[in-house]
T-cell receptor
Framework: DADVTQTPRNRITKTGKRIMLECSQT?????MYWYRQDPGLGLRLIYY???????NKGEISDGYSVSRQAQAKFSLSLESAIPNQTALYFC?????????????FGSGTRLTVV | QQQVKQSPQSLIVQKGGISIINCAYE??????FPWYQQFPGKGPALLIA?????SEKKEGRFTISFNKSAKQFSLHIMDSQPGDSATYFC???????????FGAGTTVTVRA
């Protein structure tokens, strides 16, 4: 099993619909992140969480919300999807309790809003 | 605005050649500079990282060169192989923060 699992892998949804992307990890890392990837823009941070009770906005949080249900689970919601939220979304984790060793990324969710 | 500027957007190199990707940053508080490698359909994976107390770090065929005064760092892929064909991202973060800011990415194609 993958260390960081994202579901679904692909999703097509309609404008105005609410959608949730889920992320779970088995690495025991304390920090979790949501990034979106767009061609020519790289990866941009949407939200991050340092622990279950600590949620922070990233650089492009408008239109998104998150929930850290447990140390291992971090979900991203689009309350009312719009076409410019079409992108590749990545969840990532990092470990700060035992020394930072970089991010571990999931395989991504390709979201299309029509 | 992107805190880390990466160039070129893409490059093509012959097998055995050298690939060079450059990044520049403005925030002098950044002190951790990793490079990530991404294959199609996969998430980025940490390739190599450097801190500003050294000017160069080498791991196999991959080398990071760091110029603190110019606020620039680069990735050199020596003896490029077709298996190196991927998208490469530079990134930067502050000490004890590790909230990474990524460059726009460079797609490297190695021709056999």
């Amino acid at each position: 099993d993958a260390d960081v699992t994202q579901t679904p892998r692909n999703r097509i949804t309609k404008t105005g619909k609410r959608i949730m992307l889920e992320c779970s990890q088995t690495k025991g890392h304390d920090r979790m992140y949501w990034y979106r990837q767009d061609p020519g823009l790289g990866l941009r941070l949407i939200y991050y969480s340092f622990d279950v009770k600590d949620i922070n906005k990233g650089e492009i949080s408008d239109g998104y919300s998150v929930s850290r249900q447990a140390q291992a689970k971090f979900s991203l919601s689009l309350e009312s999807a719009i076409p410019n939220q079409t992108a590749l979304y990545f969840c990532a984790t990092s470990d700060h309790l035992r020394g930072f060793g970089g991010y571990t990324f999931g395989s991504g969710t390709r979201l299309t809003v029509v | 605005q992107q805190q880390v500027k990466q160039s070129p957007q893409s490059l093509i190199v012959q097998k055995g050649g050298i690939s060079i990707i450059n990044c520049a940053y403005e925030n002098t508080a950044f002190d951790y500079f990793p490079w990530y490698q991404q294959f199609p359909g996969k998430g980025p994976a940490l390739l190599i990282a450097i801190r500003p107390d050294v000017s160069e770090k080498k791991e196999g065929r991959f080398t990071i060169s760091f110029n603190k005064s110019a606020k620039q760092f680069s990735l050199h892929i020596m003896d490029s192989q077709p298996g190196d064909s991927a998208t490469y991202f530079c990134a930067a973060s502050k000490m004890n923060d590790y909230k990474l800011s990524f460059g726009a990415g460079t797609t490297v194609t190695v021709r056999a």
